[in-house]
């Protein structure tokens, strides 16, 4: 298949290309477009071979759920048979916005799409070219992040390219996107509200809204399948991985440079091409072919920014050994250090 590429940028949308890309979902072909987040691959939500065409472009497995984007909040009525009044405030407060939520699902809403679950995930995003691409198609759209399955979320449409390209109909390039990291998700089946995956709407802002809210304990845990298997059946995948090995290097600062110096040194003399994951803290204390800061270390939105590019970047420079530094906080860091632990297949050296 011939991957049609179309620039399409938030303050010049120009009204045939959105035709273009409405046309291919509205006939059930795919569509990667840009959100605030990561870029989705989209297709129509209520069509079930759609979701079976998208799982089969991302090599992803089928029990895996997919989030239904909306640009109404009254699609909500249509999609969920419960709208709790919870979800009415979070919507309120959140969308268009990095905030998807959980409810019971309605029955429209095709097996495909969900997994299988009894429950559907929901989000408005904040992006132009996003909810204009809803909305000239008139239906749903169904979107995972668009890249193949296990590899690090596209924050430019060059990732999904490199993933997708000849696999699906059309590809909108709107340049890089806002936020780097996947939407906040909320479970709102439950008495108590979990997050599921953490994101930029972080915990104490949605307790802002609606009171008490839980952490999934699978978050930032390896998930010992029956112990602690996490609600969101997408993250008990590995995940945003990286293809050389990912090994995260815990404790005080000057004790991770000295260690993986160390480990640098060694790698180096049998052969192997090492990097780091740095700060630009830090970054000159390192003796490594490839050294990639994430920005300065108090900047958590520059670090969520710029986490899967550099990932990606390590692929292409064939780097088969790549040591972080750890990046834990409250808030956004939370979000930062459950993607990289996942993509480091929780790789964990305490120094
Ligand atoms: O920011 C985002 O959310 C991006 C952009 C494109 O909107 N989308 C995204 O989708 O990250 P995806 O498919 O890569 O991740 C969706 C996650 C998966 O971990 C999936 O298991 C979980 O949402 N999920 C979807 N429906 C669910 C449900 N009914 N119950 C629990 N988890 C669900
Ligand atoms: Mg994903």
């Known amino acids: 298949m011939k991957t049609n590429i179309e620039i399409i940028q938030s303050n010049q949308i120009k009204p045939e290309q959105l035709n273009k890309a409405a046309t291919i979902l509205q006939s059930g072909g795919l569509v990667a477009f840009p959100t605030e987040t990561v870029y989705g691959l989209g297709g129509n939500a209520l069509d079930d071979l759609a979701a079976k065409k998208i799982y089969k472009a991302k090599g992803r497995p089928s029990d895996n759920p ?8 009254a699609a909500l009525d249509e999609l969920a048979r419960e ?25 429209r809403v095709p097996d495909g799409t969900t997994g299988g679950l009894d429950t559907v995930a929901i989000r408005m995003p904040n992006h132009r070219v996003a909810l204009a691409l809803i909305e000239q198609s008139g239906i749903y759209i169904a979107a995972p992040s668009a890249n193949t399955s296990g590899r690090p979320s596209p924050t430019r449409a060059e990732h999904v390219i490199e993933d997708l390209d000849g696999k699906i109909e059309m590809i909108i390039d709107g340049g890089p996107v806002g936020i780097g990291l996947e939407s906040t998700i909320v479970d709102l089946t439950e008495e108590v509200p979990i997050i599921l995956r953490p994101g930029s709407i972080t915990k104490t802002m949605l307790e802002e809204v609606i009171g008490k809210v839980e952490m999934d304990p699978a978050i930032l845990q390896k998930n010992i399948e ?3 298997a996490p609600k969101a059946p997408g993250m008990k995948y590995k995940h945003y991985a990286p293809k050389g090995e990912l090994i995260i290097v815990e404790g005080a600062i000057e004790k991770v440079i000295s260690f993986i110096n160390e480990r640098i040194a060694v790698l180096s003399n049998n052969g192997i091409k090492v990097g780091v994951i740095t700060t630009d803290e830090t970054r000159d204390k390192y003796k490594a072919d490839i050294i990639k800061s994430l920005g300065k270390r108090t ?15 390590f692929d292409k420079l064939q ?3 790549i040591y972080s530094e750890c990046f834990y906080s409250n808030e956004l860091g939370y979000a930062i250090m ?6 480091a297949g929780y790789q964990v050296i305490q120094v």
């Open 338 to 343: 459950n993607r990289l632990l996942k993509a």
């Open 319 to 321: 780097v088969e050994v």
């Open 299 to 313: 900047d958590e939105q520059a670090i969520a920014k710029i986490l899967y590019n550099i990932l990606r970047e």
């Open 226 to 228: 029956e112990d602690i």
């Open 66 to 73: 997919l989030i239904i984007h909306i640009a109404d909040g």
């Open 83 to 107: 709208v709790p009044k919870k979800a009415k405030k979070l919507t309120e407060a959140f969308w268009p916005g990095p905030l998807t939520i959980i409810l019971k699902k309605d029955k």
